[in-house]
Structures are given as C-alpha cells and as structure tokens.
C-alpha cells in the first residue's frame, strides 16, 4: 500500500464548480497536511496546511482533514480557469526533519 | 515575497559528467531540501540539510549524490556521475521549521543523454 494514494485525474469542471480532490494515507505518523499547485514545469506553490483534524478556510480554498479516517480533501469555490493546474497533496512527521511525502497529484482544468 | 531561487532553469549534460545543481534558499530559512520529480511522476524526497550537516535522506540519495552550503546563501546539490534515470526535475526547498513558509524553487530540468 502506498504511503499516500491520489486520484490522478483528470478532473475537468466548468467554471464557476465546486472542486473536491482528495488524498488517503497510510501512516499514521504525519501530523501535519499540505496542499500545493503546480503549473507545468514550475515548483510546487503551497497553497494550505494544516495540523489538526477539521476544516481550515483561506479565500475559496477550504482544506479538510480526518485523521481518524486517514483522509484529506481540498475543495475550490467559484473554481475559476486560472485554478487549473496540477493540486499535490503532501504530509509530513513531526520531528521528521520535515521531509514532505507527496501524492501523484491531480490534475484539474477549469473550462469556460 | 521571498522565493527560493534555481540555477540554472535547465541543463543538459552527458551521461557520466559531474552536474552541480544551485540553490538559493529563503534569507531566513534554517532548513533545506532537495526533491526531484520524473517526468509524470510525484514529487520525491532526496535530502534534508540543517545546521551543516544531512539530517535525513532518501533511497535515492546514494553515493553519486552530495550536498553542500558553502557559504551563507547557496545550497547545492551535485551529481557525480549522471546517469540516464537521473533525468527529471530537481526542485530545491526551504522552511523555518514545520510545514508554515515551505518554499519550492521553480527547479532545475536536468536532461542526461
């Protein structure tokens, strides 16, 4: 079983859609979540991140946890064509030096 | 806002040749990282660097691989030997500790033929 499993997509939605992505993980160790972008061929751009289980909100990106379920969401409001990109989910371990393990990452694309 | 700079955006070397791989990580930052992303793969750990010294590295990270700061901005990773799998793009990254300000650079695109 791999430590972080994501839907690859693609993920196509007209503008204007409520987006969810998701992540499931098997170790039980990470304690902290992360959502990145990234655009073809660019770095990774964090976009949220997050402790405890819950909901935090930042503008139309809302990050979800359920630790007891091992499961993250994303989810975009009003998703707009500048949100497609490539969303990689990423965990890590408190006290592991905080080396980040990635999801494959889904790809989205907004359409007109 | 602060960015963690790559150089160069891509090189292409021979394989068997030494490459070295720059990075100038956040002012700020105490910890730093190398990752490196095959084309249409995830995005894998190789190395983290903190207080001068490797704190935590990866599988991948074997002899052929180094890093060094050799002064108080670069950060850099060389490449031995390059291998043909070595092809992909490495990205560099830098934190103050935890996952708040975990900064990428917009990578290096190493191509060995």
């Known amino acids: 079983q791999k430590e972080v499993e994501q839907d690859p997509g693609p993920l196509s939605v007209p503008e204007g859609a409520i987006v969810s992505l998701n992540c499931t993980y098997s170790?039980?160790?990470?304690?902290?979540f992360m959502w990145y972008r990234q655009y073809s061929r660019k770095g990774p751009e964090l976009l949220m991140y997050?402790?405890?289980?819950g909901n935090k909100e930042d503008g139309r990106f809302t990050a979800q946890v359920d630790k007891s379920s091992k499961y993250i969401s994303l989810f975009i409001r009003d998703s707009q064509p500048s949100d497609s990109a490539t969303y990689l989910c990423a965990m890590g371990r408190a006290g592991g030096g905080n080396k980040l393990t990635f999801g494959t990452g889904t790809q989205l694309k907004v359409e007109l | 806002e602060p960015e963690v700079t790559q150089t160069p955006s891509h090189q292409v070397t021979q394989m068997g040749q030494e490459v070295i791989l720059r990075c100038v990580p956040i002012?700020?930052?105490?910890?730093f990282y190398w990752y490196r992303q095959i084309l249409g793969q995830k995005v894998e750990f190789l190395v983290s660097f903190y207080n001068n010294e490797i704190s935590e590295k990866s599988e991948i990270f074997d002899d052929q691989f180094s890093v060094e700061r050799p002064d108080g901005s670069n950060f850099t990773l060389k490449i031995r030997s390059t291998k043909l799998e070595d092809s992909a793009m490495y990205f560099c990254a830098s934190t103050q500790g935890g996952p708040s300000g975990y900064t990428f650079g917009s990578g290096t695109r190493l191509t060995v033929v």
């Open positions: 170790n039980s160790a990470f304690q902290y």
């Open positions: 997050t402790y405890s289980s």
């Open positions: 002012s700020n930052h105490l910890y």
